[in-house]
């Protein structure tokens, strides 16, 4: 059972457009949600959360958007650059399990200079 | 400030034997989770500890267990390794364990049963 799903294994953008990654979960007991940037032979990299209470954080280029009703979250990067290319993944908690974090599968996004 | 560190950084074993994995938290932190990264099932939660306690466990088999030290380094140790145990295990740290406080991983060990 995925509970966090990006059903985009991968997406590839020019340099300076935007580059927007999809999440979507099943889970309505979620109530917090990570974005993690990761690099081949690297650990996951933290990016930029948001609580349920809120439907936007911005952080730089970097801004994440929740749709509660949807269940949907989205990672927008503006404007894109080479050095943004890596795997991108969705996570998401739920207060009651404490750190526990869910993963979807990932999104290879690719910026082309 | 040290970042996570996880060793060793590369392990092959075979089939049947046991392998120990070891997380170093950032200084000052106190949770310790495991996950498990394979190319069909992305990354997946194994247990976290908090003050020497297992707080939290995914759906993994009895053959894998951790502990945790009164310093906060983790320990996981995987017995009777089967072929499907070849994986880049990752530890992350944070402060208290609460869903809101940032995790950070570890660069990870990558385990390659033959």
């Known amino acids: 059972d995925q509970q966090v799903k990006q059903n985009s294994p991968s997406l590839s953008v020019q340099e300076g457009r935007i580059s927007i990654l999809n999440c979507d979960y099943t889970n309505s007991m979620f109530d917090y949600f990570l974005w993690y940037k990761k690099y081949p032979a690297e650990g996951p990299t933290f990016l930029i959360s948001i609580s349920s209470i809120k439907d936007k954080n911005e952080d730089g280029r970097f801004t994440v958007f929740l749709n509660k009703s949807a269940k949907h979250l989205s990672l927008h990067i503006v404007p894109s650059q080479p050095g943004d290319s890596a795997v991108y993944f969705c996570?998401?908690?739920?207060?009651?399990?404490?750190?526990?974090?869910?993963f979807g599968e990932g999104t290879q996004l690719t910026v082309n200079p | 400030k040290a970042g996570v560190t996880q060793t060793p950084r590369y392990l092959i074993k075979t089939r049947g034997q046991q392998v120990t994995l070891s997380c170093s938290p950032i200084?000052?932190?106190?949770?310790v989770s495991w996950y498990q990264q394979t190319p069909g099932q992305g990354l997946q939660f194994l247990f976290e500890?908090?003050?020497?306690?297992?707080?939290n466990k995914g759906n993994f088999p009895g053959r894998f267990s951790g502990r945790q030290f009164s310093n906060s380094r983790s320990e996981m140790n995987v017995s009777t390794l089967e072929l499907g145990d070849s994986a880049l295990y990752l530890c992350a740290s944070s402060r208290d364990g609460r869903s809101y406080n940032e995790q950070f991983f570890g660069p990870g060990t990558r385990l390659t049963v033959l």
């Open positions: 500890y908090f003050s020497e306690t297992q707080r």
């Open positions: 996570a998401a908690s739920a207060g009651v399990s404490g750190s526990r974090l869910t």
């Open positions: 200084s000052g932190h106190r949770s």
